[in-house]
């Protein structure tokens, strides 16, 4: 429990499952990946090329509810466009990125 000192400290989990967005994308080397968790929970985050092959597992276990942030190294694949699967128990978020190198 938190000390308090007087001040209303607003509840800061975001409301909403969400992968917000994918930066810098189009990305060389480096991007990151923004999501939103309201519920702390068992969180998978994978990357996949466009025939559906699983090319990285980024997450898989238990995050705290709030904003995350993970980085992806795209050093060691191909240029060309990935999708992100963001998955926290029935809720699903997928996005788009693009690698060029």
């Known amino acids: 429990v938190p000390e308090t000192s007087g001040e209303f400290i607003p509840d800061t989990r975001p409301a ?5 967005r994918i930066f810098p994308n189009p990305f060389n080397a480096t991007t ?3 999501f939103n968790l309201p519920e702390t929970g ?3 985050l994978e ?4 025939r559906g092959q699983r090319i990285a597992l980024l997450l898989d276990g238990e995050m705290n ?3 995350q942030i993970i980085s992806f190294e795209g050093n060691n694949v191909a ?4 999708l992100v699967r963001l998955q926290q128990g029935t809720h699903i978020a997928t996005g788009k990125m693009l690698l060029v190198k």
Do not use: Q
């Open 65 to 67: 509810a709030g904003r």
């Open 32 to 34: 990151n990946i923004d």
């Open 79 to 82: 240029s060309g466009i990935y």
């Open 42 to 44: 068992n969180v998978r």
């Open 16 to 20: 909403v499952f969400s992968l917000t």
């Open 47 to 50: 990357v996949f090329n466009l």
